[in-house]
T-cell receptor, first 114, second 114 residues
């Protein structure tokens, strides 16, 4: 009964490259959430997805960031043309349903932009 | 604008003592208040959560006290143990649960001295 799986755990990208972060939710979970954590800061909500649908993207930067959760396969957070300020830990959480159900976080992907 | 303010930033407690972490919020639409525990290199794990229709919730050594009129809530860890040493985050949302749109505090680094 694996938990939320994120990969890679660590990712180094040069400025201007693309970063792809993957999140496989827990078995039976169809809701995925992405959060970003800067050093010494709390987590900041980015986006909430169900299979093939974006439910809430109020925390997503308007440019360069996109997320998807296809019918098959993991959820992907994509950052195009990365900049130094994108360096952070990105956490994914999943839940069985949305409102009122416990969400479980993965171990995160630590993105470093050099 | 920081919607959830957490204090203290760091806390040292002797083994067996009571650890107390406080949070204050501004948005009266918040209806779900969880606490998360995070160990280095790991994702946050839900510890305990409360909704505004109750003033206190206890689970084992962990208790949330909630003051709706003051817009404050706190985490009490009784009989604190070295294994409790971690970073604790309070959070709030208006989604009734899950992980949609959680607003996190900046965290409290708790150290329990043996």
């Amino acid at each position: 009964n694996a938990g939320v799986m994120q990969n890679p755990r660590h990712l180094v990208r040069r400025r201007g490259q693309e970063a792809r972060l993957r999140c496989s939710p827990m078995k039976g979970h169809s809701h995925v959430y992405w959060y970003r954590q800067l050093p010494e800061e709390g987590l900041k909500f980015m986006v909430y997805l169900q299979k093939e649908n974006i439910i809430d993207e109020s925390g997503m930067p308007k440019e360069r960031f996109s997320a998807e959760f296809p019918k098959e396969g993991p959820s992907i957070l994509r950052i195009q043309q990365v900049v130094r300020g994108d360096s952070a830990a990105y956490f994914c959480a999943s839940s069985r349903e949305g409102v009122g159900t416990e969400a479980f976080f993965g171990q995160g992907t630590r993105l470093t932009v050099v | 604008q920081q919607q959830v303010k957490q204090s203290p930033q760091s806390l040292i407690v002797q083994k067996g003592g009571i650890s107390i972490i406080n949070c204050a919020y501004e948005n009266t639409a918040f209806d779900y208040f969880p606490w998360y525990q995070q160990f280095p290199g790991k994702g946050p794990a839900l510890l305990i959560a409360i909704r505004p229709d109750v003033s206190e919730k206890k689970e084992g050594r962990f208790t949330i006290s909630f003051n709706k009129s003051a817009k404050q809530f706190s985490l009490h860890i009784m009989d604190s143990q070295p294994g409790d040493s971690a970073t604790y985050f309070c959070a709030a949302s208006r989604s009734g649960g899950g992980a949609d749109g959680l607003t996190f505090g900046k965290g409290t680094h708790l150290i329990i001295q043996p």
